[in-house]
Each structure stands twice: as C-alpha cells, then as structure tokens.
C-alpha cells in the first residue's frame, strides 16, 4: 500500500500547455521531495518543500505543499519537450527512509 | 566527482540463479538504500543501510540480502531471483535518513 498517490498517472499534452500535478496522502509529513526522472537514469532532486504552505518556484515550475502537510502540488507553465520525464514525489517521515509515490509519466510533444 | 556508481547496468538471470548488484558512492554518505521500480509503482524501498554494519529492512526486502563493510559499498545480493524480481534496481545515499538521494543509473535485471 502506498502511503503517497500520485495523480495523474500519465500526461501527454502539446508544447505551450500548463499542466499540474498531484501528491496526496492521509499522512503528515515532515518535508516532501519532487524528483525528475530521465529515461536510463537515476532521479534527480528538483525541490524540496517543509513549511505547511509552503510554494517554491523553479523557473517554470512551481510546487506547493499543502497547509497540513498532507499533499503537494507541482505545476509547470508553459511545458516544453524537455519537461518529458517522469515526476516523483517523496515523503519524508521524521527519521524514517523516504517514501515515494507511483510517479507521474509526462510527455510534452512538439 | 563520480557520486553513485552500480554495476552490472544490465543482467539477464534464469530462475534459481543468484547474482550481487554492486552499488559505490564516493560522497562519504552515512545512509545508503536500494530501491525497485516497476511500472506505476514508483521506487520501492528493498534494504537499508545508516552506517557500516547496521542495515535494516524496507517494504519489499523478502530475497534479497544486503551487508555495509565499508562507508563507500552496499552491495544487493539475489539469493536465488524469481521472474518477480524482474525490475529496474536503484542504488541512492543520502546524507541524512530522509535528506536528498543521489542515485546511480540502474541496474536492469530480467529474470527468465
């Protein structure tokens, strides 16, 4: 069982398009991780959110953590073909391994 | 600066036969982990480490074993693979328990 549901599962959208994507769980947690995973990679770290209510931008992507800690969300202005990966969040239960989500697959064609 | 480093990438196994997945970091991480990935099923916790010679289990730690002799490797070792470990298999450290993972590029493993 997951404590951490991803939504939505696959994306595909036309360049220029905004998109969001959703993390929830009936769980609080310390902090939350996003992650970008390329195809034949590891992921990488592209934030992490700790304060409920929290929103943190880079460049064109925007994440927020809810005000209880209980969910996030990552919105991309302007999707471009190199935004294509798949998006994972993490939680992070004080003193515990993190737990991840299913992951959003994303495809911005051209 | 090399960060995590897994080897084999790629490995095909018949059933019954047991392999170790070599994972390396060079950061001088505490806290090393390995994670499965299946389709829709994000990144699995399999084994743990929070230091040389404690290692601990995760969700899905069941025909798998690991050791810490050292700061620097945690190898993952297939006691006899099953076509359900056929996966996608990440090595991460991490400077604190639930800091940022660094992870390796993955070692693919089919098991026939």
């Known amino acids: 069982t997951q404590l951490l549901e991803q939504s939505p599962q696959f994306l595909s959208i036309q360049e220029g398009e905004n998109l969001t994507v959703y993390c929830n769980s009936s769980?609080?947690?310390?902090?939350l991780q996003w992650y970008r995973q390329e195809p034949g990679e590891g992921p990488v770290l592209l934030v992490t959110?700790?304060?409920?209510?929290e929103v943190k931008k880079l460049k064109r992507l925007t994440f927020q953590f809810g005000d209880a800690r209980k969910d996030s969300s990552l919105h991309i202005t302007a999707a471009q073909p190199g935004d294509t990966g798949l998006y994972l969040c993490?939680?992070?239960?004080?003193?515990?391994?993190?737990?991840f989500g299913g992951g959003t697959r994303l495809m911005v064609k051209p | 600066n090399a960060g995590v480093t897994q080897t084999p990438k790629f490995q095909v196994l018949k059933t019954g036969q047991s392999m170790t997945l070599q994972c390396a970091q060079d950061?001088?991480?505490?806290?090393m982990s390995w994670y499965r990935q299946d389709p829709g099923m994000g990144l699995r916790l399999i084994h743990y480490?929070?230091?040389?010679?404690?290692?601990d289990q995760g969700e899905v730690p069941n025909g798998y074993n690991v050791s810490r002799s050292t700061t620097e490797d945690f190898p993952l070792r297939l006691l006899s693979a099953a076509p359900s470990q056929t996966s996608v298999y990440f090595c991460?450290?991490?400077?604190?328990?639930?800091?940022?993972?660094?992870f390796g590029e993955g070692s693919r493993l089919t098991v026939l």
């Open positions: 950061m001088n991480h505490e806290y």
């Open positions: 959110v700790v304060t409920g209510g």
């Open positions: 769980s609080v947690f310390s902090s």
């Open positions: 993490a939680g992070d239960n004080a003193g515990n391994m993190l737990t």
């Open positions: 480490s929070v230091g040389a010679g404690i290692t």
């Open positions: 991460a450290s991490s400077y604190s328990i639930g800091g940022e993972l660094f």
